[in-house]
């Protein structure tokens, strides 16, 4: 079964401050998504990583994917309290399966 | 491009009774999700289409939840009879095509469903 874990959880920053959320996988793959979720909002498509070494950048949101570490990591630089929301990893199993998610990281950007 | 739609938005039954949700993809995608997501949770897939054709349903509890997707487009989701526990938000979400470069899955704004 595949895994998939983010921290922190749970995370406080103030405005202008950087942080970085981490999301490992137990399991090859070359594929993962990051999604946002505001509350009681649906989920909103932010990156799509499809192969190792794959970054994105938007605005002050950069993800990466090192496929052979199993890990990915969303990058927040200079935050900002439009920020603020729950943070999805989702990895791509493979064969026409589903996403399998973590838990999500809430994220709050405080003055 | 209209998104995925879901109806109804919010629904609050008593436990044991029925409860039906609808969702209409994306137009031209192939695949259709279902999804539980729990309050404070990831979402869950409970069942996977591939046109009409059901590609996963692992994780569907099959004594309560029923999923038909008739003629590879719309779909419904059954909860017959409904739990305490089932009380959450139901996503849908559909994709282009399940594997490949196409698999980016694009979400509905859910159905929260609250079970007293």
């Known amino acids: 079964e595949l895994k998939v874990e983010q921290n922190p959880l749970f995370l406080s920053m103030q405005e202008g401050k950087n942080y970085t959320i981490y999301c490992n996988y137990s399991t090859t793959s070359d594929r993962l998504y990051w999604y946002r979720q505001d509350p009681g909002k649906s989920l909103e498509s932010l990156f799509v990583l499809l192969s190792n070494g794959a970054v994105k950048q938007e605005g002050r949101l950069m993800a990466s994917l090192d496929t052979k570490a199993r890990l990915s990591t969303l990058h927040i630089t200079a935050a900002v309290h439009d920020l603020s929301a729950t943070y999805f990893c989702a990895v791509d199993p493979g064969s026409g399966y589903a996403l399998n998610f973590g838990k999500g990281t809430s994220l709050l950007v405080t003055p | 491009e209209a998104g995925v739609a879901q109806s109804p938005r919010y629904k609050i039954i008593e436990k044991r009774q029925s409860v039906a949700f609808w969702c209409n993809p994306i137009s031209g995608h192939a695949t259709l999700y279902w999804y539980q997501q729990i309050l404070g949770q990831g979402p869950k897939l409970l069942i996977q289409f591939q046109n009409n054709g059901v590609v996963d349903d692992s994780q569907l509890p099959k004594d309560r939840f029923s999923a038909e997707r008739l003629k590879g487009v719309d779909s419904t989701l059954k909860i017959q009879p409904a739990k305490l526990e089932d009380s959450a938000v139901y996503l849908c979400?559909?994709?282009?095509?399940?594997?490949?470069?196409?698999?980016?899955?694009?979400f509905g704004p859910g159905t929260r469903l609250t079970v007293l």
């Open positions: 979400a559909s994709s282009f095509s399940a594997g490949g470069v196409y698999n980016e899955q694009f």
